[in-house]
């Protein structure tokens, strides 16, 4: 069974940092896209980051570009979500996502991710 397990989520003040971690179990994403997606209370989920399953190609939101940074670890099968600077806008739950069949490139859609983690939610208070 293929589960993605998101950890470092919490409550930090405007302008701290945080960093989010997408662990996979049951099989490997070593050449497989991931990303990283959020939704703020009553509205879409949207696209923070998406990376390459070698880690080589990436996309940031312009949202978050020079304030999050995205990565990963093919050794542990984990992705990584740096998240500095921190908004209040940036409050929403975090959803870790990879995609089944393996890829050169990352997506930018939703519908192009198979697999999704529970969730962390990231509180930015003001």
């Known amino acids: 069974q293929v589960q993605l397990v998101e950890s470092g989520g919490g409550l930090v003040q405007a302008g701290g940092s945080l960093r989010l971690s997408c662990t996979a179990s049951g099989r490997t994403f070593s050449t497989n896209a991931m990303g990283w997606f959020r939704q703020a209370p009553g509205k879409e989920r949207e696209l923070v980051a998406a990376i390459s399953g070698s880690g080589g190609s990436t996309y940031v939101a312009d949202s978050v570009k020079g304030r999050f940074t995205i990565s990963r670890d093919n050794a542990k099968n984990t992705q990584y979500l740096q998240m500095n600077s921190l908004k209040p806008e940036d409050t929403a739950v975090y959803y870790c996502?990879?995609?089944?069949?393996?890829?050169?490139?990352?997506?930018?859609?939703?519908?192009?991710?198979?697999?999704w983690g529970q969730g962390t939610q990231v509180t930015v208070s003001s």
């Open positions: 996502a990879a995609r089944a069949i393996s890829s050169p490139v990352y997506y930018t859609r939703s519908m192009s991710y198979d697999y």
